[in-house]
């Protein structure tokens, strides 16, 4: 029998509630398998602020260097949010990427028909949509040399050659294993790095992946076609914070946040999943979380840290049997259909994965 270790890190608001949910459902999805997934729960963020003064203790970098994999539900929370405090739930989150060495976050963006209610977006902009986002994770502004006194401040956006090739690479692989194109996002008409950037990506698309289609579009103009021409997109690659913006806009092509699952990826196998959504503190305990990303990032954990295909494609499927059986929590309803909440949405893809299994 295979084993695998994963790390669960709850962190905060409505993360414990759908981590939980997709521990449940990957359990069950290797039902028959003969696969053991072994849990392991670790602090980060708030939370560990809370318990021991930082949020990200040298026991939860271990814990997730020592897994297969890392599952995180969310941090963050108003609690937390004084703007003088050195110490802040999210730096948990942008350290543990580094400890992994995670330089990629791959978001899926595929719409559901149920969903597409949720949408703002004409259902026939929606046909057809399939989009991978590949954001670069560990440079530009976010993590840049940062000032600040009463009168001016200032945050750095570096990048190196390196930094570039290699999620450029990742998101040209995947492209490679989809359609063949791919959308390079930048700011070329302004920023030296995004100059780089340009130029970096043209020629690690030219050298090494000819076969791969290359469209270059500025941030702004990537925006607006996102609302305006969806379907014409296969995968996105982009750097931090253009990721970071775009992946939130492109949650509305699915409906909600709360659909969308990610996955962050280095060099070796393991890799640290997450739903797209924050923490939520104002609907946190009340079993009303959407934990669909949640589950969908499962999805993805077992596909591609420890290779069961199988099981990916279990969760996958039960979660569009839930969603066209009307399993919908209060940020997918429209029309008047009853909100479910988080327990009986995961009572409802699990019940899925069982007749799946015995389909098998």
């Known amino acids: 029998m295979k084993e695998f270790q994963i790390t669960i890190l709850p962190g905060d608001g409505i993360g414990p509630e759908v981590a939980g949910a997709a521990a449940r459902v990957a359990e069950a999805a290797v039902d028959g398998l003969d696969v053991r997934l072994r849990f392991e729960t670790a602090l980060i963020g708030g939370a560990a602020i809370d318990a021991c003064g930082e949020p990200l203790p040298a026991e939860t970098v271990a814990a997730c260097q020592a897994a297969d994999a890392v599952f995180l539900g969310a941090v963050g929370g108003p609690k937390w949010d004084d703007p003088s405090s050195k110490v802040r739930p999210e730096q948990g989150l942008l350290g543990i990427r580094k400890a992994l060495g995670l330089f990629a976050n791959l978001r899926p963006v595929r719409p559901f028909p149920e969903t597409a209610a949720g949408s703002p977006l004409k259902p026939e902009l929606l046909e057809g949509v399939d989009i991978v986002f590949v954001r670069e994770l560990t440079g530009g502004i976010y993590f840049g040399e940062k000032t600040r006194d009463a009168d001016r401040a200032t945050d750095l956006c570096v990048y190196t050659v390196a930094e ?167 940020d997918l309803c429209a029309g008047g259909r009853p909100a479910r909440g988080t327990r009986e949405v995961t009572d409802a893809v699990v019940e899925r994965l069982g007749v799946a299994a015995r389909r098998v």
């Not at 043209?202 to 609302?227: I, K, N, T």
């Not at 509305?252 to 709360?258: D, E, H, I, N, V």
């Not at 659909?259 to 797209?276: D, K, M, T, Y």
């Open 164 to 330: 570039i090739e290699r999620v450029v690479r990742v998101a040209c692989e995947l492209a490679r294993s989809r359609k063949g194109r791919l959308t390079s996002v930048d700011k070329a008409n302004v920023l030296e790095t995004s100059r780089l950037w340009r130029s970096v990506s043209s020629r690690v698309v030219a050298e090494e992946f000819p076969d791969v289609q290359l469209e270059h579009l500025l941030v702004d103009a990537m925006a607006m076609h996102l609302l305006s021409r969806p379907a014409s997109f296969d995968v996105v690659v982009t750097e931090n914070m253009f990721g970071d913006i775009l992946t939130d806009e492109a949650s509305m092509l699915a409906g909600s946040l709360g659909l969308l699952p990610s996955a962050s990826l280095g060099a070796g196998g393991r890799g640290l999943f997450e739903p797209i959504h924050g923490s939520a503190p104002d609907i946190a305990g009340q079993d009303r979380a959407n934990p669909y990303g949640a589950i969908l990032s499962a999805a993805l954990m077992l596909r591609t840290s420890l290779g069961l295909e199988e099981a990916a494609q279990r969760i996958e499927s039960a979660v569009a049997a839930a969603l066209a059986d009307g399993v919908l929590t209060a």
